[in-house]
């Protein structure tokens, strides 16, 4: 695969910061599905 749309001077930075948003996103994602199913878990009864 040839880098054809990478600029011969931005030394990949806009790639980089492409994935390092995309990893942030995907961090806050997996935060806010454990906080639902911490949340929808707690409201349950307990069984005794």
Do not use: C, H, Q
Request: proline share 2%.
């Amino acid at each position: 695969m040839a880098d054809e749309n990478k600029k011969p001077g931005n030394g990949g930075k806009d790639e980089d910061t492409r994935n390092f948003k995309a990893g942030i996103a995907v961090g806050v994602g997996s935060a806010a599905l454990v906080a639902a199913l911490l949340y929808a878990r707690s409201g349950k009864a307990k069984k005794k």
